[in-house]
């Protein structure tokens, strides 16, 4: 069983940056991809990042290309998630998920596990 614990979310005003960590832990795959998705309410969830094993494939939504950065310490079991220029709109509760997939998949039915979630809300 893998757990994965998000953290760095909280409130920000509009154009501020935050940034959140996701640390896996238990019995991962050898090797993996790292996803964020997000959900805000009365949404379905969405894909916003995902990043490869060896940092050869990332993947961007369209809505946040330019301002989020994804990242990950292989040696910490960590995925990062730089949120630069933050808009309303990016408000939601944000997921990190664990893929066996060796690319960045977008899809969440490539995700096998995921986080209990940390809220991000940006005001006006």
Do not use: H
């Not at 154009?15 to 238990?26: H, P």
């Amino acid at each position: 069983q893998v757990q994965l614990v998000e953290s760095g979310g909280g409130l920000v005003q509009a154009g501020g940056s935050l940034r959140l960590s996701c640390a896996a832990s238990g019995r991962t795959f050898r090797t993996y991809a790292m996803g964020w998705f997000r959900q805000a309410p009365g949404k379905e969830r969405e894909f916003v990042a995902a990043i490869s094993w060896g940092r050869a494939y990332t993947s961007y939504a369209d809505s946040v290309k330019g301002r989020f950065t994804i990242s990950r310490d292989n040696a910490k079991n960590t995925v990062y998630l730089q949120m630069n220029s933050l808009k309303p709109e990016d408000t939601a509760v944000y997921y990190c998920a664990v893929s066996s997939s060796n690319t960045a998949p977008v899809a969440r039915e490539e995700y096998d596990y995921w986080g209990q979630g940390t809220q991000v809300t940006v005001s006006s």
